[in-house]
């Protein structure tokens, strides 16, 4: 890949890769957060059912939050086109904290299923590797370093001031 085209892609792997890191920030205690509530009597034969599903009905299961919460997300940008800048945004926020729950939830679920499909695994793993290498580049890049390093030091300087 030639610089010019290097140079380019820079800003938009950035982006991708905050994009993915967002993601697995809340991917792992949304999804504990929604296995408790499905613990709750009456959710868990739901996800017995989700489960027993096969491999082709739990990729449709998988792909419903997307088109479940596509309205509201249309309604949150007509929010925003009539002005209501922060309550659009306030809607996204929480369609997009809310589908990450239900995803991540949904996926731990059907994820023994969907492994059944080859193409799914192969996919999957090719995801996986990319997505754990553009990972890996951002931590090790010296803006990323530099903002662990400020955040550690005003983390330690908000634990001195509230322990006085």
Do not use: C
């Amino acid at each position: 890949m030639n610089t010019f085209l290097r140079a380019l892609l820079w800003p938009l792997k950035w982006l991708l890769a905050l994009l993915i890191l967002f993601e697995e920030w809340g991917w792992e205690p949304l999804q504990r957060w929604l296995a408790r509530i499905a613990l709750w009597p009456g959710f868990r034969w739901l996800d017995a059912a989700i489960r027993r599903l096969p491999p082709y009905a739990a990729l449709a299961l998988l792909g419903g939050p997307a088109l479940t919460l596509l309205p509201i997300k249309l309604l949150a940008l007509w929010l925003i086109g009539q002005g209501h800048a922060v309550s659009g945004l306030a809607v996204i926020l929480a369609t997009k904290v809310l589908g990450t729950a239900v995803v991540a939830h949904l996926f731990g679920l059907t994820q023994p299923a969907l492994m059944q499909l080859d193409w799914f695994a192969h996919r999957y793993t090719q995801w996986t590797r990319w997505k754990d290498r553009l990972l890996a580049q951002v931590r090790a890049s010296i803006p990323w370093r530099t903002a662990r390093v400020l955040r550690r030091q005003a983390l330690r300087q908000w634990h001195r001031w509230t322990r006085r």
